[in-house]
Structure formats: C-alpha cells, structure tokens
C-alpha cells in the first residue's frame, strides 16, 4: 500500500512539474516613495498609496523594453521631514537601485544631488517652493503638485479685480513663511488692495487679536496662508467676533483638520475659498472618479471625520495620491520612450512623454519645464455644507464640475 | 460644388451635345506638396471636445554669410487662440532652444523637435513663443535662395516642386466659375476649397511645376528692390542683404483672362492655380498651426550677419597639473610634517 | 631622533594584547567601505562620527567624573558653525577647526557656568542646556534654515568620510588616553573622587573641570563639524536632547573610564538600531520611535545593575626615570596674627594667634568644638578670615584632611603625583595630549620621586588607595601634603583611631619631616603624642588661644587644666 502511495505522490509531482502555467519572469524595477511616514503619515501614507495604485495598473498591463518584462514595485522610506533623513534615504534609494523616487519635497535641496549624480529622476508630489525645482541646474527634478509661486499668482489674479481689500496673514511656519513671500511677490504691483500684512504664531489656539487688526485697518476679506490649525484659529477668530468676513487659502484650507476643529460650527466653514490643483478636467469627472473608486476599492475610503447637516459622511478626495500615480505612469511611460531602464536615460525621457493623468487633463513635461501643475491648473473652490464645489466666477473653475465628496 | 453641377448642366443643355462627361477632383489647394514646410510634420492639438479657433503669424528671421549661406534661423510664431477652454499645442520644429516672446500670457515648453503650449484659455489668449532652429533642417524649408557673384546676386524661388496633376478636355463654364470662384475666395482670404471638373475624354497624368510666388522687398547693398519673384531673379548689386519674402497668392494666374481658352486650357490653368494654393499655403505656415483651418502667415527676413566667432575652447587645466606643483605640494607637506615632528621632539 | 627612539621604545615596552586588539580592530574597521555600498557607508561614517563626540564625552564622564547631558548640543555647535562656513565655501578642514573652537566655547561656558554644582545639578543643568540649544536651533531659522536647513555641498565621498571618522576616532581615543594619564587627568580623577581633598592638595578644581567639559565640547564639534558636511544639510531636527542621551547611554554601555569604551557603546546602538527596526516593524510603530524606547530601557538596565561598560579601564603603568624631580621645599614660616571668623551667631574663632616655625612642630589642641577645624581652614587658606591676618614666607602650605580622604580609584603613587602636579613644568594640555619628550621625561622623574616618597612613608605603590589600611591611608595623606612641595604643612588628627604601634609610626614620619626643616602645626587629640612629639602646643578654647608654650608649660597652665584638660593631664 506504501508503496501505491509513494507512486501516486511521485506521480502528481511529476504532474505538476513542468506544463504552461508557471508564471513568467519579470524583472523588478524600484521605485522608491520617500516621505514623511512617522511625523505625517497621513501624507506619506497618501503618497505612497498613490504610487502603489499606479504601479499595479502597469504591472497589470505589462511593462515591456528590449524583449524584457519589468515589473515595478515600491518600496518605502521615512524623511520623518527631516532634511537630514531625507539625504540619507535618497543615498539608499541610489543604493537600491531605485529607477525614480516619489519625495514629498523635504529636504530635496540637499539629496537631489545625490540622485542626479546617478541619474535618478525625482517627482515632488507636495511641496510647492519655488527653488525646488529649475530644469537647467537640476534636471532630475520634476514636480507634480502646486506650487507656492502658481497658488500665490492666481490668488492675486482671482481677487485683485474684486476690488477688495485684503488682510494677507501667513502664519510663522516654514510653509507660512514661504507663502508669504509668495503672496508678497504676487502683489507687490497692486499694493492698493492690501490692507495689511500680519504674521501670525504658528501654534496659536487664539488669533482673536490678529483678526481684530486685520479689521481695524478696514480689510474686507482675509487670505490665510499657513498650516489648517491656523486656518481654522483664523476663522474661529472671525466668525466668533461675528465677522463674516470672505476668508482665502493655498491648499491648506481644504484640509480635513480645518473641519474636524470647526465640527461643532459648520457654519463658519461656509463660505471658505481655497485655490488648489485642479482635479477635474473638461472632460467630466469620468476620469477623477474613475481613478477615486480604484483607489477606495485598494486603500479603503479617508474621511474627513464630519458630516453634512443631511447626516451623510464627507470624504477626503485622493489629491496628493493623484500626483504621485500620475507621476510613476510618467515614469513607465519615459521607460517605454527610452527604450531603457537605466536611469539618466529615463530622466531624459520624462522631457518628451505625456500621459493622461488621473484627473483626465494632459499629465507631461519638457525640457523647459519640469512642472506638471502649471499656473492654469490652480482653481478655487468655495465651502459650503463641508464640501466644496468650484467658484462659478473665475474662468477655470467655471468649466469644472463638482466632484462628489460624501457617502 | 453645386455651382459646377449647375453649370455643368446648363452647358450640356447650350450645347446639346450628348457626349457623356466624367466627373474628376482637382488637386486640393489645402493638401501639402511635400513634406515640409511645415517643419517636423506641422502642429497637433490634444483630441477635446471642442476646436480651438488659432489664427497663427510668424516671423522667420534668417541671418546670411556674405556668400548668401544660412548660418542662424530662429522663427517667432504668435498664436491667437480664441475658445475658452483648454489647450495642449505640439508644434513640430528642428528646435535648439525657445523662449516666451514679450506679450505671452505663458511660457512654451520644449522637447525633441516640438514647440509645447499647454494651459487653460479663459476666452482669448495670445502665445508667443520665441525659437531658435537647427539651421541645417530648417533651412531646407526656406523659401529664397540666393548666388551671390561679384557685383551681383541671383534670387532663386526655391518652393518650387514638381506636383502630380493631369489634362483632359473639360467643359469650359464650370472651368471659368470654378477659377472666379477661387480669385474670390482668395481676395477674401478665404480657405479655398477644392473642387472637381467635368471632363470629355480620358484625364491623362501629367507632373506640373509649381512654385509659391514671393513677394521680395528690400535692399541689396544700396539697391532697393519690390518685385515678385516666380523662379529666379539676378540683381547686379552687391553688399549686404536686407530683404523681406513673402509668400503671395497667385493672383495672376488668377486674374488672367479666361475669354477664348479652351476647356483643356482652362482646366490646365485650375489645376496649376489649385497646385499653386496650396503651395503658397505651405510656405505661409512655416511653422505649423494647431487650427488645420486657421489662418496662417509668415514672413521671412534674410539679413546678412557676421556669424559669431566659436567661443574659446576650455583649456582645463585642472585635469593636467602640472607635475611641479604636485613636487611642490608633496614637498610642503613633508616639510610641515618635519616641521611638527621637529617641534615635538624638542617640547 | 633620540627622541623618537626613545619614544618607539616607551610604546613597545607599554605595548599590551589589547593595544594589538584594538589596532587590529581599526585595521579591519577601515576596510568596510569595500564590503558595502555608498548609503551604509555614510550610515556607519555617522556612526564613527557620534563615536568620536562620545570619546569626548567620555573624558567628561569617566574621567572628570561630570555627567554631561549637553554633548549633543556641543555637536550642534559644532554642525552649525561648518555648515555656514561650508555653505560659504570654506575648505572642510577649516570648518571643521571652526567647529571644534565653537564647540569647545560652549564646553567651557557650560563647565565655568554649572561645574561648581553636585553631580546631580550638572546633569540637570546640562540637560535643561540640551533642551536650550533644540529650542534655538528650531525656533531661529537663521541657525540651521529651519525645516529646509543649511545645504551643504562638496566634500570627500562616503568612504572618505568613513576614513576620517575612524581616524578622528582613533585619535579622540589616543588624546583621552594621553590626558587621563597626564597630570590633568589625574587630578580630574582625584577631584571625581573626593573634591575638597584635591582642593586641599591644591587641585584647581574648577579650572580643570571647565578645561575637561571645553575639550569635550571641541571634539564635539569638530565631530559634528565633519558629521554634518556628510549629512549634506545642517539640519535642526538631528540635534535634539536625544542626541545628548544617547551619547551618554553609548559611554556608559561601553565604558567611561576606557578610550574605546565609547566605540563599542556605538556597535552597540547600532545592534539596538537594528531591534528597533524589528520591533517597530512588530508593532507598526516608526522605528524612531522604539530606538527612543529600547534606550531609555538600556539607560535604566545600566544605572540599576551598576554597569561599569564594556570595555574596562585600562592597566596603568607608570615608568620611572632618571631626571630631577621637584626641587626640595624651602624653609618657610606662617604667621597668623589676631584671626577672627564668625559663622552666623556662632563665633567659631577670635583674636587667636599662631606661629608655625620651620623645622619645629606646632600643636593645636583644644576640646571639641574649640574652633581647631576653623583655624586650620584658615590657615589653610581654605576659608577667609574674617579678622586678622595669614602670611606664609617663602612657601606653601598644605594640609590634610580630618577624616581619612583618600582617593579611592587612585594608587598611592598616583595620589602623590596629583599632589606634586602642581609643581610641573611641562605638564601642559599640549605637551600632555602629544605625549611630548620633556613632558614624558619630567613624568618618570615625577614618578620616581613619588616612588621614593612613598616607599619612605612606607605605603605600598600600586594598589587601589581605597584598599590600604586606615593607617596606610593616613600615612598617604601626609605623604601627598609633603609631596605638594608645602614648606608648611598642616595636619589633622594623625592618629585618630591610631594603635599605640600605628600611632609610633606616624609620630617617627612626623618628625623626619620636622628634620626636614618643614613647618609642621599638628592638631591632636591624643595628648601623649602631643607630649612627644611638639616643640610648642597652642590650646584654644571657644575660639580664643587660652594657652601657648612648650608642652610642660601648656600643662602646667590652670586656664588649660580647667578648659581642656581637667581630669586629663600630658
């Protein structure tokens, strides 16, 4: 009986060897997602969901140079916004082999050295200061996300024609201050409609006395560039004094944290105007949705942690997850365009390739820029019922459709 | 299309011939003759949903040797695009390097032998962009050439080229109609369109040779000159060239006289007046239009210059030290290390 | 070339298996960059660098017995000075100059500022300066470009880097060894151990310990000099109070008291870096997180279990040679003339008046609490008088202690060279740190001399102070006050809980240094030694002379036989 066995199993072995169902080999590809996983894992969780979610679209149709299929994958390292990390971590990226790396932006003046030296292409998908990214002094620089600079000028572009008078406030963080010199920059040829400048601490629960001075010198709308806690300290301040006052912000505004302070007064939140990258195209929402429901369906669904006054859940949209997804099908495509997977070649090739980004908007660079968020993809969008729809009186936003925000 | 059928019909009716007429398309005035211009394959716009309306004008500015070889040419393109909307514009170019011209409400990008424009148009938006070309590619798309000899230059239209068509015996008022109407569309700056002919016996191929008609001003020297230039032109002046081309619709052929040409005669003159056109339209978008049905039009401006001396070549020293310096260093070292040495065994 | 003859011949005769061991290790060390790439290489050369900061803090730590939590702020110093030189386009080893004097500024601010305080108050202080310093660094973005930092660019590649830093390190161990030999590091070691015994045998405490946390605080800067030219960036967030902990966790772990101690405290972070990443993994947590966690863990595994490091001390030996040593005392005199001191209410001395004669002994006696400890601190010079006036011709004095004080971690010959260490002339911190000829030279001489002293006062050399006989502990206090070169010298107590035999012996070095032509004054209880061995007594009472004369005449006096001796007699 023993002996039936051993043959038997013997046999199946033999059956299961050989025969055409062993998968094919693909050689893998590394694409490195450097963030700020342990001081912000919210984002650098984003980033790196967004950069999966990419990686297993072109797993899944295949990527092909010279006869050789590639498989990407992604692997993690934590900045801990460190600039320090940062260098140390581009240094591992290179170290890996790493074909591209997603960066979230800090410290990048200093570790973008290290991956040109060996070629390495690197997409910022967050940070948005100007002297991050210059095609002619770092060419492996590339950033997909908006930038201070953009934000700052279409802001001005926006409200300058209202004829209002307004408070430009930033906040004493680093992003503050970045904005600030941003919004001065923007304005500095229609100083006539800035009320007054204010700076305000970055840590502050109360900016009652800021928003105080902003009124008293007769501002008829507040633009708040700093992180969301001082964006909603902001409005808190405003709206408790009983100032209805419009309030403008970068990005920040659209933060889940500015409603998750402002639960309890969602009527304060009503009325808020942020300008950010759009995430919608001429096309229709086709495209944004489409990219949302694979992301929910791999990552599950972020929400914001409110509701509306119907009852219903409203969710964060996957926009920093978009960028770093559009910018790995860049990748893929520039290895499709370079025939190579050797990195400088790579790089070369972001140059001349465009994809169709999650958004449906045209996604690419070239040689004279290396940004994939240009100016006239800053829209503004206004709160109402925390969620945001795109303001009917600027020409951009005017074209985009609303984007469904609750569950 | 219905004024030829009309009159078509009408003259089989004045004449009362049966004969049986065939129908033939004439040669597109729209359809390009050659490869370029426009240059790397002309322009692209990203598939939307709507057309953007661009009305293109560029200006070719292209500096000479004193033999009448070009050495630099760089193109200046204005883009008018009405349509609110966005925009993703691929204009072919041998393109070295390109720059936002003053007045453009964005900054062009650059690839491998493309011009990039990408944006949103909030209704009207001009883009200019600034570019310079290889000359060697692009200079086979001008349109002048000169010889230049002592005491004299020749002028040579060089768009000439040797264009497919075909004769036969055709009935002559559509013939007249169909050569009115593109006089008029022409005066109008109208896109000609195409047509067809009806024709009484076999069409028979036959290769024609047009070329744009150039309207050339200027000087030479101190020559002034305006003439238009059909093949080739000899100037007996010398010195440096200041002249201006321009691609001309040919408004003679046009406006010859028809009376008393036969049928055969008159086709043969619409083919060569559809062949011209559409010639003509080649050389006014030198660099293409996003708008296939925009207006387009170029200017060309052949300057003589001194071409630019080859900056210095980098003598890098720091590759070659020289080996002195290096006796030197190492000497100094071991000096100083005999120095330390010397101090500390007398401390 | 004599020297260096001399000099290859000291190190093969002081050449030990763990000095092999140890070049051994560095030669291995130094060939990692071949075994691993770029990104490890630069992590191991951080690693090198916070070793080199930590054999700094070492000497603080293990020698000057200072607990300095504030090391990380000294590399901070450091980082920040480089990186704005770097940043300016200042050559590396420039920068790295400017780094170590700013990083020893602030060792020297920190050691003038809190080194009077008990241990306890120098950690905390140091601490609160670590605190200080993080705050600065993050808060005033001119210091290191807040969260962007200060770019750094240029410099050797990782592998060179890992050269350096095992070079710097090597040599930060060299220099620690060097000066805790040295007459400085004896005498940091002796105030470590008991402060107001170095003090009385004239150990500039305070001195020495800002010297101690200056030369920390430099080879910390110039480690975070080089470090941060490597990081590529000076950046705030690295030189955080936890930068501080750890290096003090890697000296104690490795060992305090041991060049290479600090060394191996690193290979072992760098095993908890590895668990840390493990169990951060485990638990989902970031691994910064659990490297914090595992090390206060460590930190508190170490203080409980009274860990001495991994790496012990090493053996010290110490040559004699011919040579001079330190000339003889000069005959000299004390007069006191009317010294009055009050502590509060309590009037401890008043309008007392004594003369120290060379070549004679004085005693002081009087019952307790007449105000002897008070005048022989002032005497001493130890406390001011409030009243009158000491004056010492042509001398020195030195005192010893009442209660037995030696030092316990020292041998007997080392007590007497910190004794005789003030008398030097060629023990410098240069000549000590490059272990020059004349500084090696003048040690044997000083070592043969404290051989001599030792051998007549009859104390064995090479033992641990604190394991002589009570005895033999009180024979070394004498014999370390007579080496300081005293030419008066002040002794309390000799024979306190003396043996009549023990009692004998010190009376017999008491007087050969009477011979001697020192000025001795002797305070004693025991008044038969007082009757055998003064030539004068002076008797206080409530802090007033009641009595001054030969011993017969002190005890023929009623005011003494009434205060003091009553029922007692000489």
């Not at chain 1, 933060?255 to 302070?261: G, K, L, S, T």
């Not at chain 1, 972020?302 to 996957?318: E, I, M, N």
């Not at chain 2, 349509?83 to 011209?101: C, M, Q």
């Not at chain 2, 080229?161 to 005066?187: C, I, K």
């Amino acid at each position: 009986m023993r002996s039936v066995l051993l043959v038997l199993v013997a046999a199946v072995a033999l059956a299961g060897c050989g025969g055409s169902s062993s998968p094919s080999h693909r050689t893998p590809l590394t694409i490195v997602v450097n963030g700020p996983f342990s001081r912000s894992p919210y984002l650098g969780r984003t980033i790196e969901n967004g950069a999966r979610l990419a990686v297993q679209e072109v797993n899944a149709n295949g990527l092909r140079v010279a006869g050789t299929t590639y498989e990407l994958r992604v692997r993690t390292l934590d900045t801990g916004l460190s600039p320090a990390r940062a260098v140390a971590n581009m240094r591992r990226a290179v170290g890996q082999d790493a074909i591209a790396v997603v960066d979230e932006g800090t410290g990048i003046d200093a570790s973008w050295r290290i991956a040109n030296d060996a070629g390495v292409p690197i997409g910022v998908v967050f940070e948005g200061g100007r002297q991050i990214v210059d095609p002619v002094t770092r060419p492996n620089v590339f950033r997909i996300a908006p930038t201070d600079h953009g934000l700052a000028f279409r802001l001005a572009e926006y409200l300058i024609p209202k004829g209002l008078k307004i408070a430009l406030m930033h906040d004493d963080s680093d992003y503050g201050a970045a904005g600030g010199r941003a919004l001065a920059t923007a304005f500095s040829r229609n100083r006539s409609s800035v009320a007054i400048e204010e700076t305000l601490p970055a840590d502050a629960l109360d900016l009652g006395p800021q928003v105080l001075r902003a009124r008293r010198a007769h501002a008829t709308a507040l633009l708040v560039w700093g992180r969301p806690a001082t964006i909603a300290a902001v409005l808190t301040a405003a709206r408790s004094a009983g100032w209805n006052v419009p309030v403008f912000t970068p990005p920040t505004g659209a933060d889940p944290f500015v409603r998750q302070q402002l639960a309890d007064h969602p009527q304060w939140v009503d009325g808020l105007t942020f300008a950010g990258g759009r995430l919608t195209a001429e096309v229709g929402t086709g495209p944004f949705l489409t990219f949302e429901q694979k992301y929910e369906s791999s990552f599950g669904v972020d929400r914001v942690g409110v509701k509306t006054r119907a009852g219903r859940a409203v969710v964060v949209l996957p926009e920093t997850a978009m960028y770093a997804y559009d910018f790995v099908n860049l990748v893929a495509a520039a290895v499709l365009k370079a025939g190579s997977t050797a990195p400088p070649r790579i790089t070369a090739a972001l140059n001349e390739v465009t994809t169709e980004g999650a958004n449906g908007d045209q996604r690419g660079f070239n040689r004279n820029n290396h940004e994939g968020v240009v100016d006239d993809d800053i829209y503004f969008a206004r709160f109402h019922d925390m969620t945001y729809a795109p303001v009917k009186d600027d020409p951009l936003s005017a074209t985009l459709p609303t984007l469904p925000q609750t569950r | 299309m219905r004024r030829w059928t009309v009159a078509a019909l009408a003259a089989l009716a004045v004449t009362g011939e049966a004969h049986a007429a065939d129908f033939v398309a004439l040669p597109s005035p729209l359809a390009p003759l050659s490869a370029a211009p426009p240059l790397a394959g002309g322009a692209t716009a990203s598939s939307e949903g709507f057309r953007h309306r661009v009305d293109a004008r560029t200006t070719v500015d292209v500096s000479l040797d004193p033999d009448g070889t070009p050495f630099r040419i760089s193109a200046t393109q204005r883009l008018d695009v009405r349509v609110k909307g966005d925009y993703f514009f691929t204009i072919g170019a041998p393109v070295l390097s390109v720059e936002a011209a003053p007045g453009s409400a964005s900054t062009p990008g650059l690839r491998a032998a493309s011009i990039l424009w990408a944006g949103f148009n909030p209704g009207r938006r001009r883009l200019i962009a600034r570019a310079a070309l290889d000359p060697a590619a692009a200079s086979r798309s001008l349109p002048l050439r000169g010889e230049a000899a002592p005491g004299r230059i020749t002028l040579v239209n060089a768009t000439g080229v040797s264009a497919g068509s075909f004769t036969a015996d055709a009935v002559v008022p559509p013939r007249r109609q169909y050569l009115a109407g593109l006089a008029h569309d022409v005066s109008r700056g109208i896109p000609a369109t195409s047509g067809g002919a009806l024709v009484t016996t076999r069409p028979v191929a036959t290769k024609v040779r047009v070329a744009a008609p150039l309207l050339v001003t200027g000087t030479i020297g101190r020559r002034h000159v305006r003439f238009v230039l059909e093949d080739r032109s000899t100037i007996h002046a010398g010195g440096p060239i200041r002249l201006t081309v321009t691609p001309q619709d040919p408004t003679r052929l046009l406006r010859a006289p028809v009376t008393g040409l036969s049928g055969r005669q008159l086709l043969d003159r619409a083919t060569r007046a559809s062949l011209t056109l559409a010639r003509v339209r080649q050389y006014r978008t030198f660099l293409g239009n996003p708008d296939a049905t925009g207006k387009s039009r170029t200017t060309y401006a052949f300057r003589t210059a001194a071409r630019p001396a080859p900056p210095p070549a980098v003598i890098e020293h720091h590759e070659r030290r020289s080996p002195t310096v290096t006796l030197a260093a190492v000497a100094g070292v071991l000096l100083a290390l005999a120095g330390a040495a010397f101090a500390w065994s007398r401390s | 070339m004599t020297a260096f003859a001399d000099a290859f011949h000291e190190l093969r005769i002081g050449w030990r298996r763990r000095t092999t061991y140890a070049f051994a290790a560095f030669a291995i060390a130094a060939l990692a960059p071949l075994a691993f790439g770029e990104a490890r290489t630069a992590d191991l050369a951080g690693g090198l660098y916070l070793a080199c900061a930590a054999v700094g803090l070492a000497f603080a730590v293990g020698v000057a017995g200072l607990p300095s939590l504030a090391q990380g702020a000294f590399v901070a110093v450091g980082a920040v000075v480089a990186a704005h030189l770097l940043a300016a386009g200042i050559p590396l080893p420039l920068a790295a100059v400017a780094g170590g004097l700013g990083g020893s500024s602030a060792g020297g601010l920190v050691g003038y500022a809190f080194a009077r305080l008990p241990r306890a108050g120098f950690a905390a202080a140091t601490w609160i300066v670590s605190w200080l310093v993080a705050f600065m660094l993050q808060s005033i973005t001119w210091f290191l470009g807040g969260s962007e930092g200060v770019v750094v660019g240029g410099g050797p590649t990782a592998s060179g880097h890992y050269e350096l830093a095992l070079a710097l390190t090597g040599l930060a161990a060299l220099g620690y060894l060097a000066l805790a030999r040295s007459p400085i590091g004896l005498r940091l070691a002796a105030a470590r151990d008991r402060e107001a015994a170095a003090a009385a045998l004239g150990v500039p405490v305070l001195r020495l310990r800002v010297v101690a946390v200056a030369a920390s605080g430099a080879v910390a800067g110039v480690a975070g000099a080089f470090a941060v030219q490597l990081a590529g960036v000076g950046d705030a967030t690295q030189y955080g109070p936890f930068l501080s902990f750890r290096l003090f966790v890697v000296v104690l772990v490795g060992g305090a008291l041991a060049p290479l101690g600090a060394p191996a405290g690193i290979l072992v972070l760098g095993v908890l870096s590895v668990a840390a990443d493990f169990v951060g993994r485990l638990e989902n947590v970031a691994a910064a997180r659990a490297h914090t966690l595992l090390t206060a863990i460590m930190l508190l595994g170490i203080v409980s279990l009274g860990w001495e490091g991994i790496v012990r001390a090493p053996k010290r030996r110490r040559r004699a040679g011919p040579g001079s040593g330190p000339d003889r005392a000069r005959p000299a005199t004390l007069e006191a003339r009317a010294l009055g001191k009050a502590f509060g209410n309590v009037v401890a001395a008043q309008d007392v008046a004594v003369g120290i004669a060379p070549g004679r002994i004085t005693a002081l006696v009087g019952p307790n609490g007449s105000g002897k400890t008070t005048v022989l601190r002032m005497l001493a010079g130890t406390i001011e008088p409030d009243e009158g006036s000491v004056v010492v011709a042509h001398g020195s004095v030195a005192r010893t202690l009442q209660a037995t004080a030696v030092f316990p971690t020292l041998t007997p010959l080392e007590h007497v060279l910190v004794a005789s260490a003030g008398r030097r002339s060629r023990a410098g911190l240069v000549r000590s740190l490059f272990s020059t000829p004349q500084a090696r030279a003048e040690d044997a001489a000083y070592v043969a001399h404290a051989r001599a002293v030792l051998d007549r006062f009859g104390v064995l050399h090479d033992v641990p102070a604190g394991e002589l006989p009570v005895t033999d502990q009180r024979a070394l206090m004498i014999a370390a006050a007579y080496a300081t070169g005293a030419s008066v010298l002040l002794v309390d107590e000799p024979t306190a809980g003396a043996s009549t035999v023990e009692a004998a012996r010190m009376t017999g070095l008491l007087r050969s240094l009477r011979d001697e032509g020192l000025a001795l004054l002797v305070v004693e209880h025991n008044l038969g030694v007082v009757r055998r061995l003064a030539d004068r007594v002076v008797v206080l009472d409530a802090g007033r002379v009641i009595a001054d004369g030969t011993p017969d005449a002190v005890a023929a006096d009623d005011a003494v036989r009434a205060a003091y001796l009553g029922r007692r007699s000489f």
